[in-house]
């Protein structure tokens, strides 16, 4: 049996960290904003970042391919600034995931903000917290589970991405070819021991991810309201 | 201005209306009395800079919190307790008492040990806030919002979700507050007992408008206050002084309206107390009444007379120095013909004690 290569493996993980990481810094604020606010616009805000969930990703993967092409606007200022383009790059996949894992990292966390609710909030404040503050102090460390919960789906949820890697990152070795694509390429060509070793790989890893969140979660729990 | 918190301020929340102009004196305590749904918790959130879309001014002896500018609400320097304490889940008592002192280096306030000790505090500090009885909670929340080194000490209900015997143990910590921490307090409540002892100015609120304003023995001897204090709360309440304690058992109390005797009170001669007469407890009559066991027995003149919608009716009389009212039916008022400047002798079958330096001061 030839020796599988790890290559996929090691760029899915590497997506994946870097999503999380993103999406964390981003999609705290738009959680935050989406519990706490009382704008008539939350709906509209609460239907933008859910559409992930139930577009086929194809689909946003067309739409952002479009979007990132060189010939768009967008995707045009990128190629002009950097020399290169966003598709079909590491980076084009990054941008690709964090749009399609963004509900993954939201929902949990708007959910945790709304549980903590405006009380502690106005507590802290009585308490001369300024807002940073009674976010770092305060917030956070009651919504910790949901931070916790929305890591792991985003993570998870981008390890297992295929339709908008597909449509805009292609299969370039070491640059976009991510596990699954690897995966689909390999039971294409009838490579079916290949794809073993990397779909159980898969499967033991995320098992073993959830395992430790789930342990952890239980030994220390976190904050209980 | 300075010297006084000036609130100026209208609130539209749903169908209820918040429209108050009221300046509250920066000493002592003022209560902040109505029904529940009368607005007193949004007023105390107005000042406080919680209700963002409030308009109009507040203004802090002399400093402006909101109107020509606006300060948040962290930077007002107010110690609030909130009726439902909000504590932090992920902190211990210790933890969320340092979470205010922490932020309060600098400024002169109180320390940790000095706010334990007098709340006693110290066999819960290790605690989780949510392992704390009722009355535990209050007396935690006070101290945090000590622990702030505030400037005003704004409280919302500290005691209405308390039973009367946890009530009991938390009203002399609060008094203690009021007499030597030296914050003025705003006290939301809606117990006339709570407010008689312990408040010098009362503004009563009505469906988000301040009905009344004053001190507290003006505004409960006002017969037109009977109908939202209730009647079976309405009642003067007068100044005493502890002029001896009689071999048979009994107080002589000296007030402004006379010579008042009541069961022994433990409190050394020449304490200065409060009373409180509820109004369904004098009983008036036209002529000195012979022949009746009721000791405290005070002339009086009529001054005013308010017939309720009921078979009842409210008599103001003025004894001595000392106003006092009186429940009656309206039958009887027409009886007795009972009209301002009619001398009449009110029996006073109950007093009791509403404030003074008396420990535990007893009732009647």
Do not use: C
């Not at chain 1, 993954?104 to 709304?114: I, K, R, W």
């Not at chain 1, 919960?149 to 449509?167: D, I, K, N, Q, R």
């Amino acid at each position: 049996m030839d020796i599988p290569d790890l290559a996929p493996l090691a760029l899915t993980l590497k997506l994946a960290a870097i999503v999380t990481l993103v999406l964390l810094l981003i999609g705290t604020p738009i959680a935050w904003w989406l519990a706490f606010t009382r704008s008539r616009l939350k709906p509209v805000a609460e239907a933008l970042t859910a559409l992930p969930l139930v577009l086929p990703p194809t689909v946003l993967g067309f739409y952002l391919l479009v979007m990132l092409s060189p010939k768009s606007p967008l995707g045009g200022a990128w190629f002009s600034m950097t020399g290169s383009t966003l598709t079909f790059s590491f980076l084009g996949l990054v941008v690709g995931s964090v749009i399609y894992s963004l509900p993954f990292t939201v929902q949990p966390l708007q959910a945790a903000f709304e549980a903590v609710g405006p009380g502690p909030l106005e507590a802290a404040a009585m308490l001369r917290a300024g807002p940073f503050d009674r976010f770092r102090s305060v917030a956070a460390p009651m919504a910790a589970r949901g931070f916790l919960t929305a890591s792991v789906l985003t993570f998870a949820h981008t390890l297992g991405e295929f339709g908008v890697v597909l449509m805009l990152g292609g299969n370039i070795p070491g640059k976009t070819k991510v596990i699954s694509i690897a995966i689909y390429e390999q039971v294409e060509t009838l490579q079916y021991a290949q794809a073993h070793v990397l779909s159980a790989g898969l499967l033991v890893f995320s098992f073993l991810v959830l395992l430790l969140v789930y342990t952890i979660n239980r030994r220390f729990p976190l904050v209980a309201g | 201005m300075t010297g006084v918190l000036r609130v100026d301020v209208k609130l539209q929340l749903g169908a209820f209306a918040l429209d108050v102009a009221q300046d509250f004196a920066l000493s002592g305590v003022t209560a902040l009395f109505g029904r529940s749904g009368s607005g007193k918790s949004t007023l105390l959130r107005v000042i406080a800079g919680l209700e963002g879309r409030a308009a109009g001014d507040v203004v802090m002896a002399g400093q402006v919190w909101q109107g020509a500018a606006w300060i948040p609400p962290e930077r007002r320097g107010i110690g609030y307790v909130f009726q439902d304490a909000r504590f932090f889940p992920h902190l211990s008592v210790r933890g969320n008492l340092e979470f205010a002192h922490a932020r309060a280096r600098g400024l002169g306030g109180p320390g940790l040990d000095e706010v334990a000790t007098a709340l006693d505090l110290g066999p819960l500090l290790d605690r989780r806030p949510a392992a704390l009885s009722g009355g535990e909670k209050q007396r935690v929340a006070i101290g945090r919002a000590l622990l702030t080194a505030p400037r005003i000490l704004l409280l919302d209900e500290p005691l209405a979700a308390l039973d009367e015997a946890r009530k009991a143990e938390i009203l002399p910590y609060i008094e203690r507050l009021r007499d030597q921490a030296g914050v003025p307090i705003l006290y939301v409540s809606h117990s006339v007992a709570e407010v008689a002892r312990l408040a010098q100015q009362v503004v009563v609120l009505q469906d988000g408008r301040v009905l009344r304003a004053g001190g507290v023995q003006e505004v409960l001897a006002d017969p037109q206050a009977v109908p939202f204090l209730g009647p079976r709360e309405a009642g003067a309440l007068l100044g005493a002084v502890v002029a001896a304690q009689d071999s048979d058992g009994l107080t002589r109390l000296e007030t402004g309206a006379g010579p008042l005797w009541v069961a022994r009170i433990g409190a050394a001669i020449g304490s200065r107390l409060q009373l409180r007469i509820h109004a369904q407890d004098v009983i008036l009559s036209r002529s000195r009444p012979e022949g009746l066991s009721a000791l405290n027995i005070l002339p009086a003149t009529v001054t005013a007379v308010q017939l309720e919608d009921d078979h009842g009716a409210t008599v103001q009389l003025r004894a001595g120095d000392d106003l006092l009212l009186a429940r009656l039916t309206r039958r009887s008022v027409a009886a007795l013909e009972l009209a301002p400047g009619v001398a009449v002798y009110a029996v006073v079958k109950s007093v009791a004690v509403a404030q003074g330096d008396v420990a535990g001061a007893q009732p009647r």
